[in-house]
C-alpha cells in the first residue's frame, strides 16, 4: 500500500497524551505512567497499522515514557540532605503543563475569529434525523477517529485488514466520492462513510480519505458526547446560519 499520511500535520505526541489523560480522567500532576505507556504505543501501533506516516517525535515520546517507566520500578533513594530524589515525570508534567497552555490560548484564539464555531446547525435535508436542533458540539480530532475505526474492525471479527490484492481503488478516488456523498447528505455518520457491505481495502481507503480531507480543512468531525455517533460534514455547513465562509 503506497499512500502515506503524515500524521504530524494533524496532532502532534504531547496531543495524543493529553488525550489519553482527558480520556482516562487522570490528575496530570499524577500520571499512572504504566497505564499511559501501555495506551501509547498501544495507539502507536494502531496508526502504523493503518499506514499513518508517524512524525519522529512520537517514537522519542515513546521511548521517554518507557525510560520513565523503567525508573519508576527502581527503589526510592533520599539525597544527602534526606530529601528522596525528583519525581521521573516531574518533566513530562512541565512540558504537558506549557503545551497545554499554549494551545488552549490558541484555541481561544481561534473561537475569537470563528464566532459560533462550535454550533452544529443542520440544513433541512427532510430526514428525520434533523430533531437534534441547535445543540453545543464538540469537535473531535484524529486520535478519536484511530478509536472508533479500532471498533469497528474489532466488530468485524478476526481479520486483516491490511491484506490488499485488487487495484480497482485508490484514496483519492474515495475522497472525491466521500465529497459528492457529504454535499448531497449535508451531513453523515463515521458508519455511514465507511459505508456498508464493509470490504477491509474500502475500510482503510476511506479512513485515509477522511484524515486527507480534514488535513485539508475540507471536513470536519464532531460528536455531541462521548460514545455518541461521530458524525462529518463539509466543513462550509458548520457554521451557524449555513454561513460557507471558511
Known sequence: MD??????????????LLYLIRKNEIDIYDIPISLITEQYIS????????NLDLAGEY???AATLLHIKSRMLLPVHETEGGEEEDDPRAELVRQLLEYRTFKEAALEMERM??????????????????????????????FELVEAFQRVIAGMGDMHIMEMERNDMSV?????????????????TFEELLGMPRERRQLVY??????????????????????EAIRVCVAAEVDV???AQE
Open 206 to 227: 476511506t479512513f485515509l480519505a477522511l484524515l486527507e480531507l480534514m488535513k485539508m480543512r475540507v471536513v470536519r468531525a464532531f460528536q455531541r458526547a462521548p460514545y
Open 241 to 243: 446560519g449555513g454561513d
Open 113 to 142: 475569529k470563528l464566532l459560533d464555531r462550535d454550533f452544529f446547525t443542520r440544513k433541512d435535508t427532510g430526514d428525520d434525523r434533523a430533531d437534534a436542533g441547535e445543540r453545543p458540539v464538540r469537535e473531535i480530532g484524529v
Open 172 to 188: 483519492s478516488q474515495r475522497i472525491s466520492e466521500m465529497l459528492d456523498l457529504l454535499r448531497e447528505k449535508k451531513t453523515l
Open 3 to 16: 499512500y502515506r499520511i503524515k500524521l504530524e500535520i494533524f496532532e502532534g505526541p504531547l496531543d495524543l
Open 43 to 50: 495507539y502507536i501501533d494502531a496508526m502504523k497499522s493503518l
Open 59 to 61: 517514537l522519542v515520546l
